[in-house]
């Protein structure tokens, strides 16, 4: 069965930071591309950031690139989000992902989810 656990959310001021973890299992980890997804009520999914396990490249939107850095750690199968300077606009749920073809941030190519974590950011 494959699972996706991410854990890490939680309430932070603006300027802080948080780390998310997405822990994988069920499927051949550094096969797959890793990324994470937000969403905010009422707004759309956003893709953020993304990491091939296999060579890894890595993607970050750019409401995020040079505060948020993707790693991969290829024996404990888990890829780590980890979030600095955030403001309240990434107040979301984080959503870890994996696919297992391609590449980029279309959400409907991303064949497993995880149930998301909380990310409260307070100005």
């Known amino acids: 069965e494959v699972q996706l656990v991410e854990s890490g959310g939680g309430l932070v001021q603006a300027g802080g930071s948080l780390r998310l973890s997405c822990a994988a299992s069920?499927?051949?980890?550094?096969?797959?591309?890793i990324g994470w997804f937000r969403q905010a009520p009422g707004k759309e999914r956003e893709g953020v950031s993304c990491?091939?396990?296999?060579?890894?490249?890595?993607y970050y939107a750019d409401s995020v690139k040079g505060r948020f850095t993707i790693s991969s750690d290829n024996v404990k199968n888990t890829v780590t989000l980890q979030m600095k300077n955030l403001k309240p606009e990434d107040t979301a749920v984080y959503y870890c992902?994996?696919?297992?073809w391609g590449w980029g941030m279309d959400p409907y190519e991303y064949d497993y989810w995880g149930q998301g974590t909380q990310v409260t950011v307070s100005s």
């Open positions: 992902t994996a696919r297992n």
């Open positions: 069920g499927f051949t980890f550094d096969d797959y591309v």
């Open positions: 990491i091939s396990t296999s060579d890894g490249d890595t």
